[in-house]
């Protein structure tokens, strides 16, 4: 794992703006810096260690350092490919990376169809005077672009971009449009108008002053596993256990988040077969009501003898907010805070943890997946009776202040019965934000009317009416696993491990599970109110009875309940005097009813406000160019 950067220039690239680009991702990489300059041609490279750790320094050549690399990742299959290339080619390292140079030697663009893992990376090859640029399958590791005629630069992260072109500090509005809506900024669009984000499973080419973007890989639900839910179930735990077993080729030792759920438990489980010791494990507790997984997590460490860490997490956003909105580049979230706690205690312990995310998006782990299939039953009842009658009872019902509450998810069910098809699903994935009419008010007709005919939700909506899925739920999958995943929870792994220069590895996003999984038929993961069906009995066989019984709680869903107080300073001091109020972005007596309301507990605007607030402190530290510390003693005299 590591940070990548790189230039091309008509100028002639230099050292310095190098190093200006490493500097700023230096936490991805600790263990060592890499520069290569030749002519117009600049590569950057920040290193954490993790295989053939004396001779994997990047950027890397080839033999006659014509074709050059910069890679980001973990390649698991890399062994293999490397004995069909050995007769050919002459290796100086052990290393994964120079696997990837030679394969693409031989191979070309082509090469992406034997890779088998996680990876960002960039070849220049100075025979044809080309950058080659690709992103891994499922979209684990990040990759920025920026373009300018002649002129090309890329990165892991913005802030990299930035500190070699700080002009492009520019916000793109439809951007602010998309995660007020969704919470999720899609590819090719990122928070900065200039700057784009490469697709997970495409590869862009640069070469003569022009770029070119194509998809090598996608996920498809056709055709079905043929066969009784046994004989696929036990295909799937060997597909599990194969898939484990390559994501546990390192250098150095491999411990796992264990958060209690069935995901990473399932993981630690298997794992724990291949492991030639204790496996160390991280799990953080949340100090809210009985809201812990704490019991359920040692429950799985003793029974597989882990080195279990436990940490309870205080959280406060008044300490470490301007941390996490810098390290993500874009508005945070507050799944952002706890994986930030959990990642610095693994770092203390191990520089690799194994994690359980994808699960929900492979098996169908999410109540608006049954959810929704139960809208469509309740939308068959006629609209009239639904307005006039259901509608009217919903008024009398109080909002719940908390995001499962009766009220929250009847309102759901209810409001989503008038929509249909994709537009369904994603106005359910937005209940809780800027979607659905909730808070439309918020934006001024002058910002509205520059956003012209752009539709927040169409991300979603593409993707669920693709035909790679046919059936409802497939259809539920593929947009989450394409467009959500990628981009909220995946992009939030990535930043907050390696903010503490800690590298994640998750088994579920392998590519080769995920096509199987999406073969396997909807009936074997979502079951009328049963969710994930076959990974459930396939639990049952390896984790104790109460972490399969338990409910779904989510690791950050008590935040904004637990952190109430904090919330109020942070609403009171940021979205009083708003930039992008004054800016023109939001109508000012929208926000202070919203406040009002959510303060009062009218009102459950509790998601809403806690996005105004990041895109504020976005906006103050990215646009205006206050730094973080600045924004620290905003955040202290408030305390």
């Known amino acids: 794992m590591c940070g990548i950067c790189g230039y091309i220039t008509p100028e002639g690239a230099r050292e310095e703006a190098i190093g200006r680009m490493t500097t700023a991702i230096e936490h991805r990489g600790p263990d060592g810096q890499g520069c290569f300059i030749r002519q ?44 069909g290339l050995e007769e050919r080619h002459r290796f100086k390292t052990r290393s994964d990376t120079e696997v990837i140079l030679h394969l693409y030697e031989e191979k070309g663009e082509k090469c992406l169809g034997d890779l ?45 971009l930035l500190a070699l072109s700080p002009e492009l500090a520019e916000m793109d509005e439809t951007a602010l449009y998309e995660y007020l809506t969704l919470r999720i900024i899609a590819p090719p669009r990122s928070m900065f108008r200039k700057i784009r984000k490469l697709p997970p499973a495409h590869f862009l080419i640069f070469q003569d002053g022009k770029i070119s973007i194509q998809r ?58 291949y492991a030639k010791g204790p496996v160390k494990t991280f799990s953080g507790d949340v100090p809210y009501r009985d809201f812990t997984e704490i019991p359920y997590a040692t429950m799985v460490s003793e029974r597989y003898g882990t080195d279990g860490h436990n940490l309870t997490i205080n959280p406060s956003l008044i300490r470490t ?39 929900d998006e492979l098996f169908g782990g999410y109540d608006r997946y049954y959810g929704n299939v139960y809208v469509s039953w309740y939308a068959l009842l006629p609209e009239f009776f639904r307005k006039q009658v259901m509608g009217k009872l919903l008024n009398h019902v109080s909002e719940g202040f908390w995001y499962r509450s009766y009220s929250h998810k009847l309102r759901w069910f209810h409001q989503l019965s008038f929509f249909q098809g994709a537009e369904r699903y994603s106005k359910s994935l937005g209940y809780f934000y800027f979607s659905n009419g909730r808070g439309s008010g918020i934006y001024t007709d002058g910002y509205r009317k520059r956003l012209g005919g752009f539709d927040p939700e169409s991300c979603i909506k593409d993707c669920f009416n ?22 909220h929870p995946v992009m939030i792994l990535d930043r907050m491990t390696m903010a503490h220069g800690l590298e994640s590895r998750s088994p579920f996003l392998d590519h080769k599970l995920a096509e199987f999984c999406a073969s396997i038929p909807p009936e074997y993961k979502v079951r009328r109110g ?93 646009i205006e160019g206050l730094k973080k510390d600045e924004l620290q003693k905003v955040l202290n005299s408030v305390a």
């Not at 950058?131 to 090309?152: I, N, S, T």
Request: proline residues 5%; contains cysteine; glycine residues 6%.
């Open 40 to 83: 117009n041609v600049g590569l950057g490279h920040r290193r954490l260690s993790i295989i053939d750790l004396e001779g994997g320094r990047q950027p890397m050549s080839n033999e006659d350092d014509s074709v050059w690399i910069t890679f980001n990742g973990e390649i698991y299959n890399y062994p293999e490919i490397r004995k």
């Open 321 to 359: 907010l301007p941390e996490l909105v810098w390290h993500l580049d874009e508005p945070s979230d507050s799944l952002s805070v706890c994986m930030y706690y959990i990642s610095e205690l693994a770092r203390k312990e191990v520089k690799v943890v194994l994690g359980g995310d994808g699960g």
């Open 116 to 160: 088998r893992g996680m990876f960002a990376f960039a070849i220049y090859d100075f025979r044809e005077r080309k950058m080659f640029v690709a992103r891994d399958h499922l979209g684990q590791k990040p990759l920025y672009y920026h373009h300018d005629g002649e002129r090309f630069s890329f990165a892991s992260e913005i802030k990299a």
């Open 466 to 487: 693709s035909d790679n899925a046919k059936e409802l739920v497939d259809k539920m999958l593929y947009a989450d696993t394409m467009i959500r995943m990628p981009d």
């Open 216 to 273: 090598y890989w996608n996920l498809r639900y056709e055709p079905k596993l043929k066969g009784d839910f046994r004989s696929i179930m036990e295909e799937l735990e060997k597909r599990m256990l194969s898939t484990i077993r390559y994501h546990l080729v390192s250098d150095v030792p491999v411990g796992a988040f264990l958060s209690g759920g069935m995901d990473s438990s399932l993981i630690v489980a298997m794992m724990t077969r």
């Open 530 to 622: 049963t969710l994930r069906h076959i990974q459930v009995e396939l639990a049952k066989k390896y984790l104790p009875p109460p972490v399969i019984q338990k409910k779904k709680q989510g690791f950050a869903t008590p935040l904004p309940y637990l952190l109430a107080d904090e919330f109020r300073l942070l609403y009171k001091t940021f979205l009083k005097d708003s930039r992008l109020v004054s800016k023109g972005y939001f109508d000012p007596s929208t926000v202070s009813t919203m406040l009002k309301e959510h303060l009062e507990k009218k009102s459950d605007h509790g998601q809403r406000l806690w996005l105004l607030c990041n895109a504020e402190i976005w906006y103050r530290m990215y």
